[in-house]
């Protein structure tokens, strides 16, 4: 016989039925006893309600470490009315959950007598979490930590180094020598391939305990701790240049990228870590600059050219802030023996034969430095300082500009001129990404006639990365300007490669114009260049012109153009244009 429900029975049942639909896990505690759990959670923990009836939540799913923590959440609760909780749980299997807590008191007939404890699983978040941290302080490709959590780790050096006495630590600053090569000619895929089994050779050479950081593009920093003596730290950067040194295997060919690492030791000038890289940079771009494949070690000579390096940057910033520079103009003209003009009167103290005509053909652009008391100074100085921190690409920028804007104005007030002006690119300059794109942006700004802008790069550029370089002049002729090479035979680069570089000029370097006048291996190495280029439809200058006696024998090698200290000085823009206007003019001997 079926007997009817009782109301109370009834809402039992429909509350079980109510808690096991739940996705939430649910536990409720009397005393310190389970009384109930549903399907959810023994499905989050693996543990029956048979297992668990009777028992102590504690005895089955709280870590041992975690008990502690119990005991504050119940207090929260007696205290507050509820409390929740992110924390860790364990699963019949002994492995750990992420849970989320909700605890609540228990209430029966109006009295508390236990706790309704509800789980949520938020290990997928959890996970989200962690590797939304690891990226923020990892690099994607390599993997490697990030400059963030690198001088993380290099501050707590410090701060460990403090209290260690007789350990010290150290940076070595990792760049590799043939990366852009290499990036350029196989591609970025291939570039990528080089810079993740350079982060491979860098853990297999380092101790657990070290830490290598991936900077940024090819640049790598390496913290090295409990270093007892130099010895130490020479001994690893050692280790490093080995693996740098083997080839890399990209698609079935071997290839070579070396490196060069700067070392910078911990010392009482270092009093934040960001001068302990500065120094490790600086150390890294000595051994660059000696040839790569080498680490150099900061040292005493090293901190005088860097704090000499340090005001130098100081001083070339106050004269870009202030604007304390200016755009010269030295005239490069055509040699061409003759008598003045008519409407010029003869020198009448030297003999007609004495005096050689130059024609202006056009002017090449040249910073010069105004200052504070007015005095002119010329950039040489400076132009180092400005490759070395990259000022010299936003420099370079500006003058560029520059220089089409002072074309347009003078073909605008001589018309009937056709005078071109050089603009110089230095090697940041040249190789820097945004390059051809700077200068089409230029040109269409300025309105300048590209025809009659002649962009100049240095032999020493050229010889830096050969295969890029022609690609980028064969992209900047793309852009209808005329190219040219200059200090051409201040360095070793091959004739056979005036075949190859798509240029309109060449300018000798001042050591070659020299050998104009004399006997020997320099002269017969310039006519033969001379000779070359004519064949090859490349104008030739001769720069620093200082005799008659030269001018003479460049014009008799075929060379018939030329600047230097005899044809004219860079002038300023006013009297380089009256200069233009007059087309020609007569040049003395020398004194």
Same mark, same amino acid.
């Given at each position: 016989?079926?007997?009817?429900?009782?109301?109370?029975?009834?809402?039992?049942?429909?509350?079980?039925?109510?808690?096991?639909?739940?996705?939430?896990?649910?536990?409720?505690?009397?005393?310190?006893?389970?009384?109930? @759990?549903?399907?959810?959670?023994?499905?989050?923990?693996?543990?029956?309600?048979?297992?668990?009836?009777?028992?102590?939540?504690?005895?089955?799913?709280?870590?041992?470490?975690?008990?502690?923590?119990?005991?504050?959440?119940?207090?929260?609760?007696?205290?507050?009315?509820?409390?929740?909780?992110?924390? @860790?749980?364990?699963?019949?299997?002994?492995?750990?959950?992420?849970?989320?807590?909700?605890?609540?008191?228990?209430?029966?007939?109006?009295?508390? /007598?236990?706790?309704?404890?509800?789980?949520?699983?938020? /290990?997928?978040?959890?996970?989200?979490?962690?590797?939304?941290?690891?990226?923020?302080?990892?690099?994607?490709?390599?993997?490697?930590?990030?400059?963030?959590?690198?001088?993380?780790?290099?501050?707590?050096?410090?701060?460990?180094?403090?209290?260690?006495?007789?350990?010290?630590?150290?940076?070595?600053?990792?760049?590799?020598?043939?990366?852009?090569?290499?990036?350029?000619? !196989?591609?970025?895929?291939?570039?990528?391939?080089?810079?993740?089994?350079?982060?491979?050779?860098?853990?297999?050479?380092?101790?657990?305990?070290?830490?290598?950081?991936?900077?940024?593009?090819?640049?790598?920093?390496?913290?090295?701790? /409990?270093? !007892?003596?130099?010895?130490?730290?020479?001994?690893?950067?050692?280790?490093?240049?080995?693996?740098?040194?083997?080839?890399?295997?990209?698609?079935?060919?071997?290839?070579?990228?070396?490196?060069?690492?700067?070392?910078?030791?911990?010392?009482?000038?270092?009093?934040?870590?960001?001068?302990?890289?500065?120094?490790?940079?600086?150390?890294?771009?000595?051994?660059?600059?000696?040839?790569?494949?080498?680490?150099?070690?900061?040292?005493?000579?090293?901190?005088?050219?860097?704090?000499?390096?340090?005001?130098?940057?100081?001083?070339?910033?106050?004269?870009?802030?202030?604007?304390?520079?200016?755009?010269?103009?030295?005239?490069?003209?055509?040699?061409?023996?003759?008598?003045?003009?008519?409407?010029?009167?003869?020198?009448?103290?030297?003999?007609?034969?004495?005096?050689?005509?130059?024609? !202006?053909?056009?002017?090449?652009?040249?910073?010069?430095?105004?200052?504070?008391?007015?005095?002119?100074?010329?950039?040489?100085?400076?132009?180092? @300082?400005?490759?070395?921190?990259?000022?010299?690409?936003?420099?370079?920028?500006?003058?560029?500009?520059?220089?089409?804007?002072?074309?347009?104005?003078?073909?605008?007030?001589?018309?009937? /001129?056709?005078?071109?002006?050089?603009?110089?690119?230095?090697?940041?300059?040249?190789?820097?990404?945004?390059?051809?794109?700077?200068?089409?942006?230029?040109?269409?700004?300025?309105?300048?006639?590209?025809?009659?802008?002649?962009?100049?790069?240095?032999?020493?550029?050229?010889?830096?990365?050969?295969?890029?370089?022609?690609?980028?002049?064969?992209?900047?002729?793309?852009?209808?300007?005329?190219?040219? @090479?200059?200090?051409?035979?201040?360095? !070793?680069?091959?004739?056979?490669?005036?075949?190859?570089?798509?240029?309109?000029?060449?300018?000798?370097?001042?050591?070659?114009?020299?050998?104009?006048?004399?006997?020997?291996?320099?002269?017969?190495?310039?006519?033969?260049?001379?000779?070359?280029?004519?064949?090859?439809?490349?104008?030739?200058?001769?720069?620093?012109?200082?005799?008659?006696?030269?001018?003479?024998?460049?014009?008799?090698?075929?060379?018939?153009?030329?600047?230097?200290?005899?044809?004219?000085?860079?002038?300023?823009?006013?009297?380089?244009?009256?200069?233009?206007?007059?087309?020609?003019?007569?040049?003395?001997?020398?004194?």
């Amino acid at each position: 016989m079926n007997l009817p429900e009782s109301p109370e029975t009834a809402h039992e049942r429909l509350m079980e039925d109510v808690l096991a639909s739940l996705s939430q896990a649910v536990s409720v505690v009397r005393g310190d006893r389970v009384v109930y @759990v549903n399907a959810a959670f023994v499905r989050l923990f693996g543990y029956t309600a048979e297992d668990l009836m009777g028992g102590s939540l504690r005895e089955f799913i709280v870590p041992d470490a975690r008990q502690q923590e119990v005991a504050e959440l119940t207090r929260a609760v007696d205290q507050f009315g509820s409390a929740s909780l992110d924390t @860790v749980r364990r699963s019949k299997n002994g492995g750990l959950a992420d849970v989320a807590i909700d605890a609540a008191p228990l209430a029966v007939n109006g009295i508390a /007598s236990g706790y309704v404890f509800t789980f949520r699983d938020i /290990s997928d978040r959890k996970r989200m979490e962690a590797k939304l941290q690891h990226d923020a302080l990892h690099d994607t490709l390599t993997g490697l930590p990030n400059r963030a959590l690198f001088m993380d780790r290099l501050g707590l050096a410090f701060t460990r180094r403090s209290r260690r006495r007789g350990q010290n630590c150290a940076v070595l600053f990792l760049d590799l020598d043939r990366f852009k090569e290499i990036n350029d000619s !196989l591609g970025h895929a291939a570039g990528d391939e080089v810079l993740v089994t350079v982060a491979k050779r860098l853990r297999s050479a380092l101790r657990p305990q070290d830490t290598a950081a991936r900077l940024g593009g090819d640049e790598f920093a390496i913290l090295v701790e /409990s270093i !007892l003596s130099a010895s130490d730290i020479e001994i690893v950067a050692s280790r490093i240049l080995r693996e740098m040194e083997r080839p890399f295997e990209l698609g079935g060919r071997s290839v070579h990228a070396g490196a060069s690492i700067g070392v910078a030791i911990a010392g009482p000038a270092h009093a934040v870590p960001e001068l302990l890289i500065r120094d490790a940079d600086f150390a890294m771009y000595r051994a660059k600059q000696s040839g790569g494949g080498r680490f150099e070690v900061f040292d005493k000579q090293l901190e005088v050219q860097a704090a000499c390096l340090q005001e130098h940057e100081r001083e070339l910033r106050e004269v870009i802030d202030q604007r304390q520079f200016e755009i010269w103009y030295e005239p490069v003209c055509r040699l061409q023996p003759g008598k003045p003009p008519p409407d010029k009167p003869p020198l009448d103290k030297l003999p007609s034969s004495n005096l050689r005509v130059v024609k !202006l053909e056009g002017f090449e652009s040249l910073l010069r430095w105004r200052r504070a008391d007015g005095s002119v100074a010329s950039f040489n100085d400076l132009l180092p @300082v400005a490759e070395e921190t990259g000022l010299s690409v936003s420099l370079g920028r500006e003058t560029m500009e520059a220089v089409c804007r002072q074309l347009r104005k003078w073909t605008e007030a001589l018309p009937k /001129s056709e005078l071109t002006l050089t603009v110089n690119l230095t090697q940041r300059q040249f190789y820097h990404p945004e390059m051809i794109a700077q200068v089409k942006k230029t040109l269409t700004l300025s309105g300048a006639d590209p025809a009659r802008l002649l962009f100049e790069v240095g032999e020493a550029t050229l010889s830096e990365n050969p295969d890029l370089a022609f690609d980028l002049l064969d992209r900047l002729l793309g852009c209808n300007v005329r190219l040219a @090479v200059d200090d051409f035979g201040s360095g !070793l680069t091959p004739l056979s490669h005036l075949v190859r570089l798509p240029i309109d000029v060449l300018k000798l370097a001042p050591r070659l114009t020299l050998s104009a006048t004399q006997s020997g291996r320099q002269s017969a190495v310039l006519e033969s260049l001379i000779q070359l280029s004519q064949k090859l439809g490349v104008q030739v200058v001769a720069q620093g012109i200082e005799t008659l006696e030269q001018v003479d024998a460049l014009v008799r090698l075929g060379c018939t153009l030329g600047q230097g200290p005899l044809l004219g000085p860079a002038l300023e823009p006013g009297p380089a244009q009256e200069l233009a206007a007059r087309g020609s003019w007569p040049i003395a001997p020398e004194a």
